[in-house]
């Protein structure tokens, strides 16, 4: 059944609107963004109930990003974020897409709606199945649903033609569940959202330090001399950091940010749990912008090692901590002998910065002790992303900045738990140790080839090699790369089975047949035959704590993920000694399992208990890097992008708007770069519109060259922004299109969504 993507424009635009971009991020416009959501979705009274549970020691993890709470004290009634708000009033929405919903809306009609218009149906409140050929969802039995899948699942060649799916909402309990059932069934088969995110971190810093996390803390934002913010942009992605970022600030701290794009929350910030604050002019954070050419950040980063080992050349001891470095690390004659292979004068052209600009930087680096570096997709999202990570690394252990208060790396992680996930054993490739623990706890004999990434199983799919699709949360066909070829591998499957609380694409590209299995939300309350459970989430630095849901489910037919795991387990395993039904009845019970076979969660059960929960441990952050193969913190050697453009290509990168997460779209504003209602736009540099003969708010379509394939995406309006030249920016997901799927990271195969060539041709 071939149904539209969001790969096609709609069939008008939507009217754009462009604004004065804002001096400030956050503030009352924030707040008033986000009470107006709330109001709207659910109600005052019922949201003013949510808004006072999202991450406090008694409430619920916000669904939205994984930035750490405060240790200690919280602030009422103002522990989140604006897109936090919008993203609890999307799940607690009166909205409802019920059986009546889908009978009288086809697949047909609802794909030629926006990812926006569609998001906004609802909670979806039943079961659905959408039988081969027909182009409405029915009303199916959860029993009846179950042995759909456990008879597809048991039909196959081999368990190795699934393929399960990860969003990072999943909860820790539910995730273990998850991978047990789908090991046990005889799989590795587990792409998650981590691949197209920070699996190129996870390499890079796995390698180098010995673990795939970051090592500070956010008590460490108060103790650092300078931090350094690359590749990101928290005022819309993570707005939260703000506040770290601004205590960095109120404690003398100084702070280096790095983007093609100058973002708002970056410049200046209003703290809105400051009434007093959010008048006036707000608080300045950045003390120096770089503004990099996309995918230029190794040929910066290599400058500034190269400007900091001729000053330590100049006066030996003044800029490398040679103590740090003699101890505690390995290659460092290799780092030095390669810098001297490069030129700066080749280098800086990759960058769009002068030297003068990159020696104040180096300036900054060299004069500072105590370091943070903070990235995320900016970096992660290149053919060289783990070399952009590596290069990260060097400089911090140059500087002997890691392991200590106030430094270290930062890895900013998107989904709430999409580390946790991670650390649950949610992998395509397992270590033999956790595989070893799981054998010996749940006597079977876990599968040791390893299994699909997300970039693998859309191959596999479109290849025909897997026939069922299980996704576990998520909307896999709009984060995903190259979105026609992604759509054309679902539907070849037999079976798409998605796990969801709201409408979303996903459920209108299919296989032959379809299921929607709605579960409970974030902030539901979630009853088992114990009793009333909780679950548990570990943030961005590596803090284990549990959420409470406080709202009575949407409906009385959906189940918890954890319910619903067992349920397939108990239907498609035939020989599994587990009791699945047991398990799932108290979830301390799952919290036992996962403290028999998971390092680090001793006495799990008393410890998820205490208010603000438990850090995980983390070897890069106790100065302990015997992990990796040498045994000792590792120097790399990287190599800057490899990419050049023609007179007439354009590198392009995705981002966000302000009004969305992820692939969920609250709104149509991107309120912090002045762009209102529309999403099909392109960012362009003034000097390169006017080269092209182009102006503000032409029609254009793109075009995406790769390995000689093109790819198209029509109908964008063309916007003049502070962006270096040669340099685009578009929103995903409909930009998504023209990322080829093959186009990806060394090493850790993340797909390379910053880096896409194209060419613009006025309509």
Known sequence: MSKKTNAQPPEKLTGIQLKKIPTSAVGLKAITSAITHIKDEVGVIKGITLLKNINQKNGFDCPGCAWPDPDTKRAFLAEYCENGAKAVAEEATKNKVSPLFFATHSIEELSKLSDYEIGKSGRITHPMYLPEGKDNYEEISWKAAFEMIGKELNSLNSPDEAIFYTSGRTSNEAAFLYQLFVRQFGTNNLPDCSNMCHESSGAALSETLGI????????????????????????????????????????????????PLPEVGLINYKDPQNPLKWIGKGQDLTDLFLQVKINGDVALLKIILKLMKEKEGENPGSVFNHEFINEKTAGIEDLLEDLDIYSIDDLIKQTGLSLEQIKEATELIINNENIIICWAMGLTQHKNAVDNIREIVNILLLKGSIGKKGAGTCPVRGHSNVQGDRTMGIWEKPKDSFLDNLEKEFSFKAPRKHGYDVVDAIEAMHQKKAKVFFGMGGNFVSATPDTEFTADALRNCKLTVQVSTKLNRSHLITGKEALILPCLGRSEKDNQSSGEQFISVENSMGVVHQSHGHLNPCSDKLLSEHAIVAELANTTLKKSTTNWTELVSSYDLIRDKIEATIPGFKDFNKRVRVKGGFYLPNNSRENNFEPTHTGKANFSLNKPSEIRLENNQFMMMTIRTHDQYNTTIYGLDDRYRGVLNERRIIFMNQEDMILLGFKKLDLVDLTSHFNNEKREAKGFLVIPYNIPKQCTATYFPEANVLVPLQSKADISNTPASKTVIITIKKR
């Open 212 to 259: 795939g996390k970051g090592s500070v803390t956010l008590e460490d934002f108060n103790h650092t001399d300078l931090v350094i913010v690359i590749g990101q942009n928290p005022g819309t992605n993570h707005p939260r950091m703000l506040t770290a970022l601004s205590d960095t600030k109120k404690h003398g701290g100084k702070i280096i940010t790095i983007n």
